[in-house]
């Protein structure tokens, strides 16, 4: 039930002696400098030496993060996870030459060496790179951003461990009135009970201790959306959201264009909180109502056997290949299943090129478990095919993408238990959760899209990001998207402090995007047609080997456009529809 982290060290020792390899690498690297000019096979070997030293330091840090993920409270673990950090600021000035050096090529001689066949296989990194040419500092001043990178994440790392090793919620008594521990793991269950005294003492105990802290919450915040504003600012772009977009070569109005089409599709979701509140009897719901199951009678528990048995057959369309890949995700322990004190919180894929593709979960044997799973195995499944069929320069996908593999298997999960049904109350209960997910990846994360863009937007001017701040627009966005049939407790508006994705900057929103996509997929991969199973497996191949729109373009969506979300968001319309009709019977 727990990963197996000896693929990667089966000692500390060879750990120690890759992380002291990091600087002979970062050496050998920092040998080519001032030579890049010379002829396209200097180049060559000089991004080949670039390619050995990252490599290493990746699989370095994740064998660090992820034993300290096991267990935040030993201090052993997180100190190796710091020594990288501090190693990476270390040698972050021997490798700051080289986007530079690049630059500073004459644009004729550097088509030159575009065309020479030394360098064929790096062209389409080199032109990514060029594209970058307006925001690249001289040497003297990225050598000295890349000296403070492990101070300029202080504030990060200040909210990660709070929030993860030195916050406690206590106990609370549960329907049952038995004591039990309050953690980020257990909150979900008990939002999900039948008893509303319970929901309302697990959310209101919780959000006092982040009240307590608000303040310091609101610091670590300021700090990072002031981190990205400036960087932004420093290397010439028009605002941090540009930045943060740039690295995917995706538009500002991808971002805004979410944002609209969500705006103009609220009446659907209003709609499914005024079938909530009906269903519930009450004359207002409150934010601790948005997790409870309407069918509470239809509630399960799945060992984690039978997780594994269910996803397994969900994912099926997706052919023989894939199964047996599958399979090894359990047979060769990728997965950390059970929650346990000073484990990590929450769940997520992780790995590099060397190691498996590795899953963290915080099992405790909800169908959102179950979900949770399926999406996690997405992500490292995907991970595995990229590592596969691209060399390392290519294998890493690109985050804009990193969401569509993982929601894609929720879809098929979701609709191979709905097949499977045998009962109206079942088929419902799963028309519930479905239309939960899309409202809690689509529309919540929207709201976090726009928050975060709000706080970004604030920061530029100058507005400091107090509590209140925080705490007063956040509050107006939650009472926007949710609509007159909630009445939120107030408690609602410290909710981001405990969002650790808004430290990410700018990545919520491609939970959004990529469910979006995900839909389209699923009902590809359902039709059963060669072609089209095909054309999502090279999405799955494809890495970072084209533009991250021309891939999905590949695989049959096209996200430069507002259409897959509107398409996606009347889908949510016919399963609020179906749900209200199911219901009725």
């Given at each position: 039930?727990?990963?197996?982290?000896?693929?990667?060290?089966?000692?500390?020792?060879?750990?120690?002696?890759?992380?002291?390899?990091?600087?002979?690498?970062?050496?050998?690297?920092?040998?080519?400098?001032?030579?890049?000019?010379?002829?396209?096979?200097?180049?060559?070997?000089?991004?080949?030496?670039?390619?050995?030293?990252?490599?290493?330091?990746?699989?370095?840090?994740?064998?660090?993060?992820?034993?300290?993920?096991?267990?935040?409270?030993?201090?052993?673990?997180r100190a190796r996870v710091d020594r990288v950090k501090a190693k990476f600021a270390e040698l972050a000035p021997m490798e700051s030459w080289?986007?530079?050096?690049?630059?500073?090529?004459?644009?004729?001689?550097?088509?030159?060496?575009?065309?020479?066949?030394?360098?064929?296989?790096?062209?389409?990194?080199?032109?990514?790179?060029?594209?970058?040419?307006?925001?690249?500092?001289?040497?003297?001043?990225?050598?000295?951003?890349?000296?403070?990178?492990?101070?300029?994440?202080?504030?990060?790392?200040?909210?990660?461990?709070?929030?993860?090793?030195?916050?406690?919620?206590?106990?609370?008594?549960?329907?049952?009135?038995?004591?039990?521990?309050?953690?980020?793991?257990?909150?979900?269950?008990?939002?999900?009970?039948?008893?509303?005294?319970?929901?309302?003492?697990?959310?209101?105990?919780?959000?006092?201790?982040?009240?307590?802290?608000?303040?310091?919450?609101?610091?670590?915040?300021?700090?990072?959306?002031?981190?990205?504003?400036?960087?932004?600012?420093?290397?010439?772009?028009?605002?941090?959201?540009?930045?943060?977009?740039?690295?995917?070569?995706?538009?500002?109005?991808?971002?805004?264009?979410?944002?609209?089409?969500?705006?103009?599709?609220?009446?659907?979701?209003?709609?499914?909180?005024?079938?909530?509140?009906?269903?519930?009897?009450?004359?207002?719901?409150?934010?601790?109502?948005?997790?409870?199951?309407?069918?509470?009678?239809?509630?399960?528990?799945?060992?984690?056997?039978?997780?594994?048995?269910?996803?397994?057959?969900?994912?099926?369309?997706?052919?023989?290949?894939?199964?047996?890949?599958?399979?090894?995700?359990?047979?060769?322990?990728?997965?950390?299943?059970?929650?346990?004190?000073?484990?990590?919180?929450?769940?997520?894929?992780?790995?590099?090129?060397?190691?498996?593709?590795?899953?963290?979960?915080?099992?405790?044997?909800?169908?959102?478990?179950?979900?949770?799973?399926?999406?996690?195995?997405?992500?490292?499944?995907?991970?595995?095919?990229?590592?596969?069929?691209?060399?390392?320069?290519?294998?890493?996908?690109?985050?804009?993408?990193?969401?569509?593999?993982?929601?894609?298997?929720?879809?098929?999960?979701?609709?191979?238990?709905?097949?499977?049904?045998?009962?109206?109350?079942?088929?419902?209960?799963?028309?519930?959760?479905?239309?939960?997910?899309?409202?809690?990846?689509?529309?919540?994360?929207?709201?976090?899209?726009?928050?975060?863009?709000?706080?970004?937007?604030?920061?530029?001017?100058?507005?400091?990001?107090?509590?209140?701040?925080?705490?007063?627009?956040?509050?107006?966005?939650?009472?926007?998207?949710?609509?007159?049939?909630?009445?939120?407790?107030?408690?609602?508006?410290?909710?981001?402090?405990?969002?650790?994705?808004?430290?990410?900057?700018?990545?919520?929103?491609?939970?959004?995007?990529?469910?979006?996509?995900?839909?389209?997929?699923?009902?590809?991969?359902?039709?059963?047609?060669?072609?089209?199973?095909?054309?999502?497996?090279?999405?799955?191949?494809?890495?970072?080997?084209?533009?991250?729109?021309?891939?999905?373009?590949?695989?049959?969506?096209?996200?430069?456009?507002?259409?897959?979300?509107?398409?996606?968001?009347?889908?949510?319309?016919?399963?609020?529809?179906?749900?209200?009709?199911?219901?009725?019977?």
């Amino acid at each position: 039930m727990t990963w197996d982290l000896e693929v990667l060290y089966k000692e500390t020792a060879l750990w120690e002696e890759d992380f002291e390899k990091m600087s002979l690498l970062a050496e050998k690297f920092a040998s080519y400098k001032g030579r890049l000019h010379e002829s396209p096979a200097v180049l060559r070997e000089a991004i080949e030496a670039s390619d050995a030293l990252e490599r290493l330091s990746e699989k370095v840090y994740c064998y660090a993060h992820l034993k300290s993920d096991e267990n935040t409270s030993i201090n052993a673990n997180r100190a190796r996870v710091d020594r990288v950090k501090a190693k990476f600021a270390e040698l972050a000035p021997m490798e700051s030459w080289f986007d530079p050096e690049i630059m500073a090529i004459p644009e004729e001689k550097m088509n030159e060496f575009l065309a020479s066949p030394e360098l064929a296989f790096y062209r389409r990194s080199l032109e990514e790179l060029l594209r970058e040419r307006p925001h690249t500092l001289s040497e003297p001043e990225e050598r000295l951003l890349g000296s403070l990178s492990d101070v300029l994440c202080s504030s990060s790392n200040t909210f990660e461990m709070l929030n993860d090793a030195d916050l406690d919620f206590g106990k609370i008594k549960d329907e049952n009135g038995r004591s039990s521990v309050l953690s980020h793991g257990t909150y979900r269950r008990f939002l999900e009970s039948n008893d509303r005294e319970t929901r309302k003492r697990a959310f209101t105990k919780l959000y006092r201790s982040y009240n307590k802290l608000r303040n310091t919450f609101a610091s670590t915040l300021d700090g990072t959306v002031k981190r990205h504003v400036m960087g932004a600012k420093i290397r010439h772009y028009n605002s941090a959201l540009e930045a943060a977009l740039s690295g995917d070569n995706v538009p500002e109005a991808v971002y805004r264009n979410l944002i609209e089409a969500v705006h103009a599709k609220f009446d659907p979701f209003y709609d499914y909180m005024k079938l909530r509140r009906q269903m519930m009897g009450l004359d207002k719901l409150d934010m601790y109502d948005m997790y409870n199951l309407l069918l509470p009678g239809c509630r399960k528990e799945y060992s984690f056997e039978e997780a594994e048995r269910l996803v397994k057959a969900a994912l099926e369309p997706l052919g023989e290949e894939y199964g047996k890949v599958l399979s090894q995700a359990f047979s060769q322990r990728w997965i950390d299943v059970p929650a346990r004190k000073g484990k990590r919180s929450g769940a997520y894929s992780s790995g590099c090129y060397d190691s498996y593709p590795y899953l963290l979960l915080n099992y405790d044997g909800t169908l959102n478990d179950v979900f949770t799973l399926a999406h996690e195995l997405g992500h490292s499944m995907h991970s595995y095919y990229s590592n596969k069929h691209q060399e390392y320069h290519y294998a890493d996908y690109e985050i804009f993408v990193a969401e569509v593999a993982s929601t894609t298997n929720e879809i098929l999960l979701f609709e191979y238990l709905f097949k499977n049904a045998k009962d109206a109350d079942f088929r419902a209960f799963l028309l519930g959760h479905i239309a939960d997910e899309i409202r809690g990846t689509i529309y919540r994360q929207t709201m976090f899209a726009e928050f975060e863009l709000d706080m970004h937007e604030a920061a530029a001017k100058g507005i400091p990001l107090s509590a209140d701040w925080l705490c007063e627009r956040y509050g107006e966005l939650n009472r926007l998207y949710y609509g007159s049939e909630v009445a939120p407790d107030e408690l609602i508006s410290l909710e981001w402090a405990r969002i650790p994705h808004f430290y990410y900057n700018f990545y919520v929103y491609k939970y959004a995007t990529g469910m979006s996509a995900a839909l389209k997929l699923a009902k590809n991969l359902l039709e059963g047609d060669p072609a089209k199973r095909e054309a999502y497996f090279g999405f799955l191949k494809a890495g970072d080997s084209k533009d991250v729109l021309d891939i999905m373009r590949d695989a049959g969506v096209d996200l430069s456009t507002p259409e897959p979300v509107c398409d996606a968001l009347d889908y949510f319309a016919d399963v609020v529809k179906r749900l209200r009709k199911e219901l009725g019977k």
